[in-house]
């Protein structure tokens, strides 16, 4: 074959990074079953046999691409305290909290990991609990984290502070996150209204778990919907 036909090869130390990001995109698209390791090696501009002196089969890089989100995962919990102590106040902590946790989920990219997961959910169950428990279940210990110590600090009435972080969570993500499951990526809801949300969640949140509750009446709470 004549040289100038030939694919350029990335430099190998490269290569696994090049395989990580045709990879994502293929799988994201297309499915597991849908993605062929000869489309990724095209993709990617390597050889088939590249790819498995990286990884071993198909199976261990459609691992590597869905636990990869846990890393960016472990970056927002470490932050979540922070971001809440830097904003002045509980519901102003809430909120900034609220609207960075539903800004990180609903990025069109999170959103196809999430029901690329759940599609194969059946073929790689242990790969589903694992993603579960270092992503969601993570957020959620962190959250009943910063709940008991604003709970220590008589700020918030807390009995059960991993249930408050899950009401916490849904409360701030349930409505978007539905959406962005069922609904195409471009009809996701504008920042405005994903940060009116969570706005909104914080205050029925607070209502509930406040020191000093406040009465959030029924038909308040509808307004705010309705104009999301």
């Known amino acids: 074959m004549n040289d100038g036909l030939r694919p350029r090869r990335a430099p190998r130390l490269a290569s696994g990074s090049a395989i990580r990001t045709a990879a994502a995109r293929l799988f994201l698209e297309k499915g597991y079953q849908g993605t062929s390791m000869d489309e990724i090696a095209a993709a990617a501009r390597i050889s088939k046999q590249t790819i498995y002196t990286h990884f071993a089969s198909k199976d261990e890089l459609f691992a590597d691409l869905v636990l990869g989100n846990a890393e960016r995962v472990e970056q927002f919990t470490e932050n979540l305290q922070a971001t809440f102590r830097r904003a002045d106040g509980l519901e102003a902590g809430l909120r900034a909290v609220a609207r960075q946790y539903v800004s990180f989920v609903v990025?069109?990219?999170?959103?196809?990991?999430?029901r690329l997961v759940i599609g194969e959910a059946g073929r790689f169950p242990e790969l589903a609990r694992t993603y579960y428990e270092?992503?969601?279940?993570?957020v959620y210990a962190a959250l009943a984290s910063l709940f008991e110590a604003l709970a220590s600090e008589g700020v918030l009435r807390v009995d059960d502070a991993m249930l408050a972080a899950h009401h916490f969570a849904w409360l701030s993500l349930g409505m978007p996150l539905d959406r962005g499951m069922f609904l195409p990526v471009g009809e996701s809801l504008?920042?405005?209204k994903l940060e009116k949300g969570a706005d909104l969640a914080v205050r029925v949140f607070t209502a509930a778990y406040g020191a000093a509750r406040t009465?959030?009446?029924?038909?308040e709470v509808a307004k705010a919907q309705e104009s999301l």
């Not at 990025?107 to 999430?114: M, S």
């Not at 270092?134 to 993570?138: D, F, I, K, L, Q």
């Not at 009465?215 to 038909?219: D, H, I, R």
């Open 215 to 219: 009465q959030l009446g029924v038909s």
């Open 134 to 138: 270092r992503v969601p279940e993570r």
């Open 190 to 192: 504008s920042k405005a």
């Open 107 to 114: 990025r069109p990219e999170v959103i196809q990991l999430r």
